[in-house]
C-alpha cells in the first residue's frame, strides 16, 4: 500500500525517506478518520 503511494506520488524517494514515510501514513491516518466518522 505504501508502495503505491510512492509510485504514484512522484516524489524523489531517496531525498527524504523519513519524511515521505511520515507524509504517506499521515495521509492514511486521516483516510481512516474520514471512514471512521462517515461510518
Known amino acids: 500500500m505504501h508502495a503505491y503511494h510512492k509510485d504514484a506520488s ?5 531525498s527524504s525517506s523519513f519524511f515521505n ?17 462517515f461510518y
Open 10 to 14: 512522484g516524489f524523489p524517494i531517496a
Open 21 to 37: 514515510k511520515l507524509f504517506f501514513v499521515s495521509i492514511e491516518l486521516y483516510h481512516f478518520h474520514n471512514l471512521q466518522t
